[in-house]
């Protein structure tokens, strides 16, 4: 008699937990159950605010929560990490992490983050590559006549760029370094203006990366010189890479999505599933290859690898261009 009341009373301890694993699962609210803030550190109407615009129509197709997309531009993405990073650690805060933001980490110093600890992997989307455009009244057809156009006139040549610091600024300043010219540098707070003032011949060529110059390549406003990748981009097959000019010359830009530190394991998994997904859909992924992006849909051990190359390719590339912000 009494064995029996003691394995009762270590059953029936045992048969309550087993039952309240499905009440407990049960009881955990469904992610998402309000929208994500989905912070971008460009201008409305750049590369990263319409990718992330795509994959947010996707993500609300699947989840019926909206992805609002929240655009800070300025200092090169510095601004929407430090917004981000303020943000509380539930799942509800999204950031777009660009090889731009790479850069700008490299180069200034004494930020209040760390990105490479205060920020954790979702999914990597992409690559692109950034073109090398001139206003169609400057006199030069080819990378080879802007070379010599620069060499002619030292420092006449003015390029924008989304702000000092910014991928397209290292682009500048490998170009003149690698070519032994000399360009004044203009930043912008953000690529869209660098593309209006060179429209406007305020300066006479910029860098962009292909989603947001091809309006102004399709019109004919702006014309491509060269695409920074090493390889000619399948975007633009006529325009060559600067590297068969320019020996040694690359850069590639890059979208990610990453969350604040101490986002749930299990939310981040949700979500990062839910994006490698969507970009590798048929009609997302075309839509994306249209804006010259080639989809790399990883996702969150694949990209934290991913991170810690770049960090490494951009560190050196940085010091060996010699970029310095004070």
């Not at 550190?41 to 609300?60: F, N």
């Not at 500048?172 to 540098?185: I, K, S, Y």
């Not at 989603?211 to 060269?226: K, Q, T, Y």
């Amino acid at each position: 008699m009494r064995s029996k009341k003691l394995l009762a009373a270590l059953t029936i301890p045992v048969v309550l937990a087993v039952l309240a694993v499905p009440a407990a699962r049960a009881a955990q609210p469904a992610y998402p159950e309000r929208p994500i803030r989905l912070i971008i550190g460009s201008a409305p109407g750049s590369g990263p605010d319409i990718i992330s615009r795509l994959v947010a129509e996707r993500l609300y197709q699947a989840w019926g929560q909206r992805i609002v997309v929240d655009s800070r531009p300025g200092v090169a993405g510095i601004i929407s990490a430090e917004l981000a990073l303020r943000a509380n650690p539930d799942g509800y805060t999204w950031m777009m992490l660009t090889s731009q933001l790479f850069v700008a980490t490299s180069v200034y110093p004494d930020l209040k983050f760390n990105l490479d600890k205060d920020f954790v992997s979702i999914a990597l989307i992409g690559t692109v590559p950034f073109v090398q455009m001139v206003n169609p009244k400057v006199p030069a057809k080819t990378i080879r006549e802007l070379i010599e156009l620069a060499k002619k006139s030292p420092g006449k040549l003015r390029y924008g760029s989304a702000g000092a610091g910014a991928s397209e600024h290292l682009s500048g300043v490998m170009f003149t370094r690698l070519t032994g010219t000399e360009m004044l540098h203009v930043p912008y707070k953000g690529i869209p203006q660098a593309i209006a003032d060179t429209l406007a011949g305020e300066v006479q060529l910029t860098y962009a990366v292909y989603p947001a110059a091809r309006p102004h390549i399709d019109s004919g406003r702006l014309r491509p010189l060269g695409v920074t990748t090493p390889k000619r981009s399948a975007a633009l097959p006529d325009v060559p890479s600067i590297g068969e000019v320019v020996p040694g010359y690359a850069m590639f830009g890059w979208y990610s999505l990453v969350a604040p530190a101490g986002t749930p394991a299990a939310v981040l998994a949700k979500a990062s599933a839910e994006v490698v997904k969507a970009v590798k859909e048929p009609e997302v992924g075309e839509k994306l290859r249209f804006l010259g992006i080639d989809i790399v849909g990883s996702g969150r051990a694949e990209l934290d690898k991913f991170r810690a190359s770049e960090r490494k390719r951009i560190t050196e590339l940085v010091k060996a261009a010699g970029v310095e912000v004070k």
